[in-house]
T-cell receptor, first 115, second 114 residues
């Protein structure tokens, strides 16, 4: 099992460009998440999908859109990239809600730089 | 507001020594607390999970404690190894965030020197 995979690993964008970060999991998990991690900050939730067919905003959703393509895949789109979106992006998945004790499994991250 | 505070921010120790990392939280109601290890350039990996009724849980050389009354947790690392160099993140679930939104601490960066 590959677990959670993310593509690309690195990306450099110019301000105003758009791109989609891809995430897939092979653990048959119901819930998927997108986080960003900035230096000196904790992981911050951008969007999550509790189950296939649903998506909800997290703490910092502005400037992003998501698509839960199927149970395996959850993509994150930046429509018009800004330098403030320079960050490391992590996708995660869990069998169900974390308050029930289900572990979040994280992907290796995508390092995005917006110039 | 749900908050998780970790201390120290960073820590340098010699190989073979023990260390303790702290986590204080204000998340209420409390469901569970996890400690994650994040190696440089990798995603976080869970070390332990603790629920309200658990005081101590071990995973090899890692021992987590929880005091739900004072809302404090600690992660003790015994006989440190170079591979323990990483960021350790305390994550608390529950509170007003709902079932899918845990609260992350900023992490403690641990460096183990030979």
């Amino acid at each position: 099992n590959a677990g959670v995979t993310q593509t690309p690993k690195f990306q450099v964008l110019k301000t105003g460009q758009s791109m989609t970060l891809q995430c897939a999991q092979d653990m048959n998990h119901n819930s998927m998440y997108w986080y960003r991690q900035d230096p000196g900050m904790g992981l911050r939730l951008i969007y999550y999908s509790a189950s296939e067919g649903t998506t909800d905003k997290g703490e910092v959703p502005n400037g992003y859109n998501v698509s839960r393509l199927n149970k395996r895949e959850f993509s994150l789109r930046l429509e018009s990239a800004a330098p403030s979106q320079t960050s490391v992006y992590f996708c995660a998945s869990s069998e169900a809600g974390v308050t029930s004790g289900y572990e979040q499994y994280f992907g290796p991250g995508t390092r995005l730089t917006v110039t | 507001k749900n908050q998780v505070e970790q201390s120290p921010q960073s820590l340098i120790i010699l190989e073979g020594k023990n260390c303790t990392l702290q986590c204080n939280y204000t998340v209420s109601p409390f469901s569970n607390l996890r400690w994650y290890k994040q190696d440089t350039g990798r995603g976080p990996v869970s070390l332990t999970i603790m629920t309200f009724s658990e005081n101590t849980k071990s995973n090899g050389r890692y021992t987590a404690t929880l005091d739900a009354d004072t809302k404090q947790s600690s992660l003790h690392i015994t006989a440190s190894q170079l591979s323990d160099s990483a960021s350790y993140i305390c994550v608390v679930s529950g509170g007003s965030g709902g079932s899918y939104i845990p609260t992350f601490g900023r992490g403690t960066s641990l460096i183990v020197h030979p």
